[in-house]
């Protein structure tokens, strides 16, 4: 089930999200833009933002591409932002299969299976 969407939720404002070519933060960055927000999608890889553009030119996306774990990248998402930044949707990562996780032997509170 989705949520009805609001033209005009995000009227106004502006967002940043970082990993919009694809998944959690392209879905993030359609559905802010199509409820009023000026976004700012950020990713490593340009052709995905490209692709996005292409797919919904209407909504105004601003694009920078390059590694957000770069200061150079992420200076340039600030100024691309402008003066005021009311959402940050930092969904930029690697999607494995969480197979590191299921390895660990450490356990919530510091304990160790051993
Ligand atoms: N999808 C899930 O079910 C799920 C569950 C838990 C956590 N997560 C985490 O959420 C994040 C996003 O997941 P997803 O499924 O949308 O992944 P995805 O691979 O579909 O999208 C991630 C996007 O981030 C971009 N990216 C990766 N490193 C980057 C960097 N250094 N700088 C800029 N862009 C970068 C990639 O190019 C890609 O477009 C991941 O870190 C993932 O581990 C996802």
Same mark, same amino acid.
């Given at each position: *089930?989705?949520?009805? @969407? %609001?033209?005009?939720?995000? #009227? ?14 392209? #879905?993030?960055?359609?559905?802010? #833009?199509? !409820?009023? &927000? $000026?976004?700012?999608? &950020?990713?490593?890889? &340009? /052709?995905? @933002? %490209? !692709? @996005?553009? #292409?797919?919904?030119? /209407? ?5 920078? =591409?390059? /590694?957000?774990?770069?200061? !150079? ?7 691309? =932002?402008?003066?005021?930044? +009311?959402?940050?949707?930092? *969904?930029?990562?690697? *999607? +494995? +299969?969480?197979? @590191? &996780?299921?390895? %660990? $032997? ?6 160790? %299976?051993?």
């Amino acid at each position: *089930m989705s949520a009805a @969407l %609001s033209a005009d939720r995000f #009227a106004g404002k502006t967002a940043i999200v970082t990993g919009a070519g694809s998944g959690i933060g392209r #879905a993030s960055a359609i559905r802010l #833009a199509q !409820e009023g &927000a $000026t976004v700012v999608a &950020a990713d490593v890889v &340009a /052709d995905r @933002l %490209s !692709e @996005l553009v #292409a797919e919904f030119p /209407d909504l105004g996306f601003i694009t920078v =591409a390059g /590694d957000v774990s770069s200061e !150079e990248t992420t200076r340039r998402i600030v100024e691309s =932002a402008g003066p005021r930044i +009311d959402v940050l949707a930092n *969904m930029a990562g690697i *999607m +494995d +299969d969480f197979s @590191l &996780a299921a390895r %660990s $032997t450490t356990r919530p509170g510091g304990g160790c %299976s051993g």
